[in-house]
């Protein structure tokens, strides 16, 4: 089975541009999570998506944003970008909703100019 | 709110020498407990979990965690470290009945020959 995979794993943006992460969950599991990774903050949560629902939201302004599709692929989205954007974006997928594990995706290195 | 405590940064160690990744938590309600490693590169692999039962946790490669609530520890153990085991671990909860990850802020352990 293939495990959960992210495009594009590489992305060089530029302050005020936006931004676009793919994330394909692996067969079979409704739930998708994205995690925002970076050396200050370590890994935070930024929102929880299943049945095409998001379920949760982490603390994070409303330029950050997604969505789910009814393949349970989701994408999110980062609007006028911000040099503090720049961060490894990790998607985790799950089979149900509060499930007992997650498996996550090699992770969408975005660094913004 | 659930919070997470990794008390420290960096761990050196000889080859072959035992090792203790500290993490420490904090819920006011019931919680999963989580050990994931992070290699250069990559994203998260989950290395072992607490959901219930016996409160001392095995992953196949080695590493031990037990579960001490009235300590509200979850310390992550291996006898006898390889160099392949360099990496960064991360100690994470959740909440019973949530989606949402809480991580600590990670341990790098470097393996020393």
């Known amino acids: 089975k293939a495990g959960v995979t992210q495009t594009p794993r590489y992305l060089i943006k530029t302050r005020g541009q936006q931004v676009t992460l793919s994330c394909s969950p692996i067969s079979g599991h409704r739930s998708v999570s994205w995690y925002q990774q970076t050396p200050g903050q370590g890994l935070q949560f930024l929102f929880e998506y299943f049945s095409e629902t998001q379920r949760n939201k982490g603390n994070f302004p409303g330029r950050f944003s997604g969505r789910q599709f009814s393949n349970s692929r989701s994408e999110m989205n980062v609007s006028t970008l911000e040099l503090g954007d720049s961060a490894l974006y990790l998607c985790?997928?799950?089979?149900?909703?509060?499930?007992?594990?997650?498996?996550f995706g090699p992770g969408t290195r975005l660094t913004v100019l | 709110a659930q919070s997470v405590t990794q008390l420290d940064s960096q761990v050196p160690v000889f080859e072959e020498a035992p090792v203790e990744l500290r993490c420490n938590y904090s819920?006011?309600?019931?919680?999963?407990l989580f050990w994931y490693v992070q290699y250069p590169n990559q994203g998260l692999q989950l290395l072992l979990k607490y959901l219930s039962g016996s409160t001392l946790v095995e992953s196949i490669n080695g590493f031990e965690a037990e579960f001490n609530k009235s300590q509200t520890s979850f310390h992550l153990r291996k006898p006898s470290v390889h160099i392949s085991d360099t990496a960064e671990y991360f100690c994470a909860v959740k909440r019973v009945g949530s989606e949402k990850l809480v991580f600590g802020k990670g341990t790098k352990l470097t393996v020393n020959p």
């Open positions: 819920s006011s309600v019931s919680v999963y």
């Open positions: 985790a997928s799950s089979l149900e909703l509060a499930s007992n594990e997650q498996f």
